[in-house]
T-cell receptor, first 116, second 110 residues
Framework: DAGITQSPRHKVTETGTPVTLRCHQTENHRYMYWYRQDPGHGLRLIHYSYGVKDTDKGEVSDGYSVSRSKTEDFLLTLESATSSQTSVYFC???????????????FGPGTRLTVL | RKEVEQDPGPFNVPEGATVAFNCTYSNSASQSFFWYRQDCRKEPKLLMSVYSSGNEDGRFTAQLNRASQYISLLIRDSKLSDSATYLCVVNKDSWGKLQFGAGTQVVVTP
């Protein structure tokens, strides 16, 4: 299994509070991604990073920000959590940005976030 | 229309039987195709890539039909441990962005 950890694994918070989720990898992969997964939807990309301090928005980035100050860590911040951000959040990593038959993304164990 | 569509199931399959299901995708420029497996409350894990000519990995066979824009997964001799949700994944562009289907649930029963 790829060396990816996420913390916390579970979190319950209240509307309006800031929340930061951490993804940590030991694989030295350059590319990192944050997704959310909701019932009836596939995983949806929130933000991704293609190197230290290089990040970009995905398809559902509103209400989220990210930072990557080290290769191994990719942080996802909800500045002011809302109930619509209740979800399961997965971090993923890849060696290359260009997916191919032999290179794709590998996922961390996920963080279950509940916003009350 | 969703970019990647899957029958959500569940497909209830007796142990030892064969099950097959498809996924359709809308982006004709997609070049990379994958099946991921996701167990309940776990992360998605790569099951297999889908090659243009089709490919097998043990009891699993994946096929790609570019003309009709669908990929398929067939599981032979189903095991109880095959019970999971199978995610169809297609690359959205050449820069690593992936499009995920919502998954097909397979339940293998004794």
């Amino acid at each position: 299994d790829a060396g990816i950890t996420q913390s916390p694994r579970h979190k319950v918070t209240e509307t309006g509070t800031p929340v930061t989720l951490r993804c940590h990898q030991t694989e030295n992969h350059r590319y990192m991604y944050w997704y959310r997964q909701d019932p009836g939807h596939g995983l949806r990309l929130i933000h991704y990073s293609y190197g230290v301090k290089d990040t970009d928005k995905g398809e559902v980035s509103d209400g989220y920000s990210v930072s990557r100050s080290k290769t191994e860590d990719f942080l996802l911040t909800l500045e002011s959590a809302t109930s619509s951000q209740t979800s399961v959040y997965f971090c993923a990593i890849s060696w290359s940005p260009r997916t191919s038959e032999t290179d794709t993304q590998y996922f961390g164990p996920g963080t279950r976030l509940t916003v009350l | 229309r969703k970019e990647v569509e899957q029958d959500p199931g569940p497909f209830n399959v007796p142990e030892g039987a064969t099950v097959a299901f498809n996924c359709t995708y809308s982006n004709s420029a997609s070049q990379s195709f994958f099946w991921y497996r996701q167990d309940c409350r776990k992360e998605p894990k790569l099951l297999m890539s889908v090659y243009s000519s089709g490919n097998e990995d043990g009891r699993f066979t994946a096929q790609l039909n570019r003309a009709s824009q669908y990929i398929s997964l067939l599981i032979r001799d189903s095991k109880l441990s095959d019970s999971a949700t199978y995610l169809c994944v297609v690359n959205k562009d050449s820069w690593g962005k992936l499009q995920f289907g919502a998954g097909t649930q397979v339940v293998v029963t004794p």
